[in-house]
């Protein structure tokens, strides 16, 4: 397989011109660890771009952070935690979902793929805190998004139109994002025992109360007992997930709350400190709550759709993030074809993107949701802008795209 690796932005740009000059289609890899997220990329030409990394430039007094694109994400993630920061937006670790090294993803793949964790239901996805970015289209040609401040205005909002494109429209060179001051404490108030739909009505209590909730779930007593937690692994039931962050007398008195409001038929435990942390983590990377030889769907869609969807795959193992309106599923690779438009009719007007699977099942089923025609031709509009010749990373979410 035949490589391209440039060390800066001049070699990129020189990169991707000698491969719209010979029209060569191009696969773009930052460390390769979500190579398995998506459609497979029919091409012999690798663009590696892990070496766009480093010149960091971290003002914490602003609250932004710029890098390069191919930065590692545990790299970003140390520097934050030694001036009590974090990236909002809860990038997940799914590397080894993919067969890479915890930690081993980067702050550009993560803007790529628009990943998000368990607080996404108070602060938002990876789209809310991109700020700026440089990068090389399709067409060979450097361009800029956004800025670096917090507040910017000017022109259009290319940061959210790249977030989520997969490297399908342009290659970051740097990205720049939005920091926030890290919580000093973080509590997770469990209850046990309930049922799909009791949770989801407890968990949109929940987040409707003024307690400011930064994580929902639910676990069914199977997924529950793969946890680390003692508390969650031994519960011997279901467990839901309440989290809460904040000052030590905040939280202490939010925790309170929100457990005098839950049903009387549920058992109680709280989770403080490292128990909580290490709990929220899993949820968000979920190679630790599902089987890890089996291919994985993530599902976007009605938080009161989600029993349903449950109740409609039932060899599936599977938990709820975001108060149900997330659920991941896990099924065998050779069911993911016949299970795919089951799946698609019990979620209603949702979003199901199949996170890893087989290249064979990854062919056989769209892997991202399948888009309205209009939708698709807005769509294959903005490659053609972005991307006339299709040379990057064609084909990666839609055919032709």
């Known amino acids: 397989m035949e490589v391209f690796k440039p060390t800066n932005a001049a070699q990129l740009k020189d990169a991707i011109a000698a491969c719209v000059s010979n029209e060569r289609a191009v696969d773009v890899r930052g460390l390769g660890t979500k190579s398995g997220l998506g459609r497979p990329v029919a091409s012999s030409l690798v663009l590696d771009t892990s070496a766009l990394k480093g010149g960091i430039d971290y003002q914490p007094e602003e609250l932004v952070l710029s890098c390069g694109a191919a930065t590692p994400m545990r790299d970003i993630l140390l520097l934050l935690e030694q001036r009590a920061q974090m990236l909002a937006f809860e990038p997940p670790d799914l590397a080894p979902l993919y067969g890479g090294e915890v930690g081993g993803g980067t702050i550009g793949g993560a803007l790529a793929a628009n990943l998000g964790g368990p607080r996404r239901v108070k602060i938002g996805s990876a789209r809310d805190h991109f700020l700026g970015f440089s990068a090389v289209s399709g067409r060979a040609e450097a361009f800029k998004g956004g800025g670096k401040v917090v507040k910017n205005v000017t022109g259009y909002d290319l940061p959210k139109l790249m977030a989520g494109s997969m490297g399908t429209l342009a290659v970051f060179d740097t990205v720049t994002v939005k920091v926030m001051p890290a919580p000093p404490k ?140 997330l659920v991941w599923l896990a099924m065998a690779d050779a069911k993911v074809a016949a299970y795919a438009e089951a799946l698609r009719g019990a979620m209603g007007q949702g979003h199901a993107t199949l996170m890893r699977a087989s290249d064979a099942a990854r062919k056989a089923v769209p892997v991202f949701e399948p888009l309205s025609a209009p939708v698709m031709a807005l769509t294959r509009g903005l490659k053609t802008q972005f991307d006339p010749s299709g040379i990057l990373n064609p084909g990666r979410m839609y055919e032709g795209v």
């Open 186 to 325: 973080s509590r997770t108030v469990l209850a046990f025992g309930l049922t799909p739909d009791e949770a989801v009505a407890v968990l949109a209590d929940a987040l409707n109360s003024p307690w400011e909730v930064s994580g929902a779930a639910y676990l069914p007593a199977a997924t529950a007992a793969h946890s680390a937690v003692d508390h969650v692994k031994n519960a011997g039931a279901s467990v839901t997930a309440i989290r809460v962050e904040g000052t030590s007398v905040s939280v202490t008195a939010r925790c309170e709350a929100l457990r005098n409001a839950l049903p009387d038929k549920a058992g109680q435990e709280e989770l403080h400190s490292m128990r909580s942390k290490i709990f929220w983590e899993e949820v968000r990377d979920v190679r630790a709550l599902l089987p890890a030889d089996a291919a994985l769907w993530r599902v976007s869609l009605a938080a009161t759709k989600a029993p349903d969807l449950a109740a409609a795959l039932p060899d599936s193992a599977y938990y709820f993030d975001w108060g149900g309106g």
